[in-house]
DNA sequence: TAGTGTATCTCGACT
DNA sequence: AGTCGAGGTACACTA
């Protein structure tokens, strides 16, 4: 990895073409060839890149650019399509590389896809009694997260979501309309679980007569845990 | 900005946990609080980060952290949340500090805003003999993108979207049904205009009778470049 | 200021 | 390889 300040301005030139002006920047050139451009703000989107795999090729400025005070010119070229970006290097005001290895990765938590897994495992929480159909139960329209038959034999469709809101209330509906036409699970009722259920998604969930669930992940992985530590 | 290459650990506490063990990394600490955790790979986005405004504390390490070598101990808490980065520092290879001032910021430049206006200008491409009633019609619950009359004399509420989803259907069918209230404009049929409809929104578009039509942006562009080069 | 839609989205999982 | 869904999405724009 080869860490640079200096004063530049980039062109991008691909899905669409972009500009930035001289400035001084963090240039970030990766192994993989990507380039990161960064000021010292915003958030971490840079305000121009490339993303690998790509090249790096650096030249002569032409007369007019050297006129300008232009040092050197790079460009970066993406393997797989025609985008590049050009770089004018002005001047450097630091510059070095350091072999950083390959990194061991980040291990992620409390997904909503952990939630699923919890859920199905400890599908009591909708319903005691309540025993898994099954996990991403195929539709035409996408899969329902958990399908699950409660006490009665009633069929029940769960929408699962880390935040709900309105967005999976108004999915969870178009699920129930689908899997009520179908005469060997109807009637389904719906269950809408979440770790926050906003109000506004309560209220429509409660008009449509869905169930509102709010699960407690911390609660649900320590019993997780519990059941693990079993064998 | 201070950029600093450093062997570290990192945790995440926040919306979910993350962990990256004990590796040399770019760690990027911006004027506003926010810092960025990079590899030497991966495209822009970083393995970490703390979103601005954010403020960084640096504290000596416990004994036991002393023992297993962590030099220091960075936290990085988020001003307007509890989210949390927490970077055991055990060697730094590189570090500097550079002031970049205010960046002047990106420019762009032919981005498709333009995929109403080249469809409200080929409006043939929704059926032969199709003519414009006019662009973003207004309704009470918000303009229509595009309200046309086919060769039959019918008219063509069509919505417009880059990727087709869902949800595009679901708003074609709440036009549909008010317009379809107008004595003056009914019967009114939808058509979902994308430059991709994903197979979900096919479906439940044909479950409301509503017809699609994938464009392809490029082609009307040429068109409309021919069509101003007569000029 | 909150809500909405796009993105040079990125990233992972699955077909 | 393409597709699809989620994101600590970020970001611009609008009401």
Redesign the interface.
């Given at each position: 990895?080869r860490?640079v300040?200096a004063d530049c301005s980039v062109d991008y030139r691909g899905r669409?073409?972009?500009?930035?002006?001289?400035?001084?920047?963090?240039l970030?050139l990766?192994?993989?060839g990507?380039v990161?451009v960064?000021?010292?703000?915003?958030?971490?989107?840079?305000?121009?890149?490339m993303?690998?795999p790509a090249r790096l090729a650096t030249a002569e400025p032409t007369q007019e650019q050297a006129e300008v005070g232009v040092a050197s010119v790079w460009t970066v070229s993406a393997a797989k399509s025609d985008d590049q970006l050009r770089i004018l290097i002005h001047e450097i005001?630091?510059d070095?590389s350091?072999?950083?290895?390959?990194?061991?990765?980040?291990?992620?938590?409390?997904?909503e896809a952990d939630l699923q897994r919890l859920l199905a495992e400890q599908i009591d929480l909708v319903g005691a009694g309540s025993t898994l159909i099954r996990r991403e139960y195929p539709t035409?329209?996408?899969p329902v997260d958990i399908l699950a038959r409660d006490a009665a034999g009633a069929t029940v469709a769960i929408e699962l979501k880390?935040r709900g809101d309105i967005d999976g209330v108004?999915q969870l509906t178009?699920y129930l309309d689908l899997l009520n036409r179908d005469p060997r699970l109807a009637p389904v009722r719906g269950i809408f679980a979440a770790q926050q259920i906003k109000p506004q998604a309560k209220v429509l969930a409660a008009d449509r007569g869905i169930a509102c669930l709010t699960l407690d992940y911390d609660a649900m992985r320590d019993v997780d845990d519990k059941d693990s530590r079993l064998f």
């Open positions: 990895m860490v300040i669409l073409t972009a500009h930035l002006p001289l400035a001084r920047r963090l970030i990766k192994a993989d990507s990161l960064h000021s010292d703000g915003g958030s971490y989107k840079p305000l121009n890149w993303s690998p005001h630091e070095l350091h072999d950083l290895g390959v990194d061991p990765g980040l291990t992620k938590d409390g997904v035409a329209i996408g880390r108004e178009r």
